[in-house]
């Protein structure tokens, strides 16, 4: 999408969850990476590309980031975690820390999604974590979104506006700039429903407005703001048309790799 001058490039980011084995993982690379051969999409492999192309991160579980990394490497495709902790080593059994996921090649880290919030992950925490991923160097995805029931309450924007702000407190420009947030509504993930392209536009506006207030309207331009839930290759088109828009997170159509090949042919299609 274009804000006014700022040219962003649209970002697809698949997000694997809890799903695959490194085999599985190899395997889908290889076909993610034939499928937009064939379909001659034009991947950016930076942050930054060329006006008609489209950025592409895949996020697996910690198990199988060296077995996908091995696949996608010299490919523009980039490789991303899905959690991390704040601390870069140390006694915390079961966590992993930013330099790991350096190590295995990653350069995105998707913080707070909504499933890890549910299990009790905090704004504080979230914060903590998009301050260490930025300090290494890692590109935080900070996903935020409304519950049903705030979205019924009216508090869909207090609560977007507090995730957002939490997130992203003391943090200079230049981090802020380079990182990417999902706008996903929790009652559209995994639900096969979705917030209208003008709703979902409306609020990352409203993201996007909160971000320049706190660090001026330049680098709330540099930010690639996706929308996530219930992203399909027959839905992506409008989504992509709306200004604000920058790409999408995909959780269950990620999961096939001709289907994720579809939404980010479309989204390089139908991009703003
Ligand atoms: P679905 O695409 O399965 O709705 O999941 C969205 C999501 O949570 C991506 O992070």
Redesign the pocket.
């Known amino acids: 999408s274009n804000g006014g001058t700022v040219m962003r490039t649209p970002l697809i980011?698949a997000?694997w969850?809890m799903h695959k084995t490194t085999g599985e993982a190899a395997r889908y690379g290889q076909e993610l990476l034939e499928e937009l051969a064939r379909r001659q999409v034009s991947v950016s492999a930076s942050e930054q590309g060329q006006p008609g192309q489209v950025a592409v991160v895949v996020c697996p579980p910690f198990t199988a980031l060296a077995a996908l990394g091995g696949v996608l490497r010299g490919s523009p495709v980039a490789l991303g975690a899905q959690n991390m902790h704040w601390e870069t080593s140390g006694a915390y059994t079961g966590e992993i820390a930013a330099p790991m996921l350096l190590d295995l090649g990653c350069r995105y880290v998707?913080l707070g999604?909504?499933?890890r919030r549910q299990m009790g992950e905090t704004d504080e925490q979230v914060h903590r974590k998009v301050r260490a991923a930025a300090a290494a160097g890692l590109i935080p995805i900070v996903?935020v979104g409304e519950r049903i029931e705030e979205r019924r309450a009216g508090e869909t924007e207090a609560v977007v506006t507090r995730q957002v702000r939490a997130a992203f407190q003391h943090l200079d420009a230049a981090a802020v700039a380079r990182a990417v947030i999902?706008y996903?509504p929790v009652w559209?993930?995994?639900?096969?429903e979705?917030a209208s392209p003008e709703e979902a536009n409306r609020v990352i506006g409203l993201i996007r407005a909160t971000l320049a207030g706190m660090l001026g309207g330049e680098t709330a331009a540099a930010v690639r703001i996706l929308y996530?839930?219930?992203?399909?290759p027959d839905n992506i088109g409008p989504f992509m048309a709306q200004p604000e828009i920058d790409g999408?997170?995909?959780?269950?159509?990620?999961l096939d790799a001709k289907a994720f090949a579809d939404i980010i042919e479309q989204a390089e299609v139908n991009a703003a």
């Open positions: 980011a997000n969850k998707i999604h909504s499933e996903c999902a996903e559209a993930i995994g639900t096969g979705y996530g839930g219930s992203v399909k999408a997170l995909v959780g269950g159509a990620s």
